[in-house]
């Protein structure tokens, strides 16, 4: 597993959750970072992403309740839902175009194993 997910659960509508992503190896630096979705017999689509500068993308779905923020100092990502919906039920996965080990490797199109987001109504 090259990147690690973490803070996925349980929780009601109009609840949060807070979502981080680090890699799980000694990471120089990383590049764009994003989170990915998957609900059950659904395609992967895209949520949000962020550069090493710091500009964000977010899917229409998402606009106004998520928001993508990243440490470089930890190279962690993190993804706040806010106000969240039964729509917003779904794996949620992190990933990176590359990253840059400490011995120099650089791997590409790099993913997380995926957490859990299930919102009830």
């Known amino acids: 597993v090259q990147l690690q997910a973490f803070g996925g659960g349980f929780v009601q509508a109009g609840g949060f959750l807070r979502l981080s992503c680090a890699p799980s190896g000694s990471i120089l630096n990383i590049n764009n970072m994003g989170w990915y979705r998957q609900a059950p017999g659904k395609r992967r689509e895209f949520v949000a992403s962020i550069t090493t500068g710091g500009s964000t993308k977010y899917a229409d779905s998402v606009k106004g309740r998520f928001t993508i923020s990243r440490d470089n100092a930890k190279n962690t990502v993190y993804l706040q839902m806010n106000s969240l919906k039964p729509e917003d039920t779904a794996v949620y996965y992190c990933?990176?175009?590359?990253?840059?080990?400490?011995?120099?490797?650089?791997?590409?199109?790099?993913w997380g194993q995926g957490t859990q987001v299930t919102v009830s109504s």
């Open positions: 990933n990176t175009d590359w990253m840059r080990y400490n011995s120099g490797h650089y791997e590409y199109d790099c």
